[in-house]
Nanobody, 124 residues
Framework: QVQLVDSGGDSVQAGGSLRLSCAASPNIIRRNCMGWFRQAPGKEREGVARRDMHGDIVYADSVKGRFTISQDIAKNTLYLQMDSLKPEDTAMYYC??????????????????WGQGTQVTVSS
């Protein structure tokens, strides 16, 4: 049973920073493709960042240079450091895991496991 528990969302002003955390079941982060998605009201879910088991990382163009995905294997935790936040970053953010597949897609259906989500609100 894979469990992902998201936390760290908050309301901040534009230009601020937040760090999201995803507590995962043991060994999930180390062995699988992990990532973060977000969904704003009225919009489709979009991939934000993903990291494969070898450490290769891909970011969405909209967050490159501002967001950083990282992990702490000992703590079974995935992070998303978000800097220089913009109002358009406002969304529900989800930690995701793709078990048994390549880390090569942003298609939400490819990710079998999702956290419950954590809300990020950025005001101008």
């Amino acid at each position: 049973q894979v469990q992902l528990v998201d936390s760290g969302g908050d309301s901040v002003q534009a230009g601020g920073s937040l760090r999201l955390s995803c507590a995962a079941s043991p060994n999930i982060i180390r062995r699988n493709c992990m990532g973060w998605f977000r969904q704003a009201p009225g919009k489709e879910r979009e991939g934000v960042a993903r990291r494969d088991m070898h450490g290769d990382i891909v970011y969405a163009d909209s967050v490159k240079g501002r967001f950083t995905i990282s992990q702490d294997i000992a703590k079974n935790t995935l992070y998303l450091q978000m800097d220089s936040l913009k109002p358009e970053d406002t969304a529900m953010y989800y930690c995701v895991a793709r078990v048994g597949g390549y880390c090569d897609t942003w298609a939400p259906i490819a990710y079998s496991y999702w956290g419950q989500g954590t809300q990020v609100t950025v005001s101008s």
